[in-house]
């Protein structure tokens, strides 16, 4: 296979926010995955130092919290003040546990601060009030002399939290509230209009849009409220089969393997199918498409609560992430933020933690894989991948991507075949000096890291074949690899 790069074509910037993360209060999440009280772990202000530690190495440019399902039905007064006097409440999206309410506003930028990140806040619409978000707002970002910026100060925070991107409700179709396109188009109008810019910087209003290829809820938001919006949200899962047929995240055979695959891939057509609408009403493309909750959704692990969306994460997983993050790149003129569910121990996540314990799972190595392409001008690639005929269903057999940013290229490449390596060629207009290359694969794609092997599925560097403008590799079979020529 032959890969041709040509670096004066010039297809748009990615993004960073497009490597964005999200974390919910959503079983082991927040709490004993990100904030732990009771000191069986090195915590700096509650949060866990090993996860914290492991999380900066993502130069995570965007976290999303509260929710998902929790969001609308979160109140964030709640969460402030003297922890012993916070309210507790019960989780009934999630598990029905009881949720203390001791990770709030205040530690959730806490937790931005310490990771580097940008803050994303979710607000709730399905429960709350126009007041009750107007006053969160004033609460995080206002510096004068308010009510609300004062109590801000008497629970510990002097100055205001600088806070980029705000949702207006989640997943209003469906547990934010089961409301018709048309009502929640109204009720956005209403919730944005009192969402105020304290700061120098304009908050990036969000409104949610649709599930999956809904066209109808897309096309009455852009119709009614895309002038008031920044970005429109989606939310996309893969499952093996459907909702109802998830599949199991470490125990399938080809048949499985290729069916996720195969369906990982229908993101571009349902990312296709909204940008046709939004283009209709913004040819410009100001209104940005937030993609912020996509991953793979499987059956929950055996013995643990079904609530808590415990999943373990393989080979498999780390190649579908990167071939979804290529169909993002691919449609870099309209995807500007992505957030994928979620952080850790929940779904897809870069983190899985058990006690004392942690792990790093394909997936985390994937996204510390791909930081070369964060906020890179994508590049114009042509080449014959191949194709997979699967029971019927057409696969590409590689998938590549390619940007430039300060000088140096990144390229790259998944092999999704299960069964033949690729012999692989990449020829660019130009001669660089260095070219580095990092390798991951497995002996299975159901490979895992686990507690006790956590080192099962890692990168590896590998030595490449070099001549003038062409550097020669072979893509091993389920495999991704990322090059850097500088």
Known sequence: MKINLDTSKKQGKISKYIYGQFAEHLGRCI??????EDGSVKTINGMRCDVVDALKELEIPVLRWPGGCFADDYHWRDGIGDKSKRPYMVNTNWGGVVENNHFGTHEFFELCDQLGCEPYICGNVGSGTVREMRDWVEYMTFDGDSPLACERRENGREKPWKLKFFGVGNE????????????????????ASFIRDYGDEPIYKIAGGPNEDDAHWMETLMERVGDKAAGISLHNYTYEDDWKNKGKAAQFDEDGYYDLISNALKMDGVISLHKEIMDRFDPERKIGLIVDEWGNWFDVEAGTNPGFLYQQNTMRDALSAMLTLHIFHKHCDRVYMANIAQMVNVLQAMILTDGEKMLLTPTYHLFKMMKGHMDGEKLGVSCDCGEINHRGKKLPKVSVSASERGGAVTVSLCNLSLDSDEETEIVCDRVFSDAKCELMTARSATDTNTFSSPETVVPSSLTLVTEGNSVKLTLPRMSVAVITLS
């Open 172 to 191: 209003n179709w469906g547990c934010g509230g089961n409301m018709r396109a048309e009502y929640y188009a109204d009720e956005y109008r209403r919730y």
């Open 31 to 36: 709490y004993e995955g990100i904030y732990v």
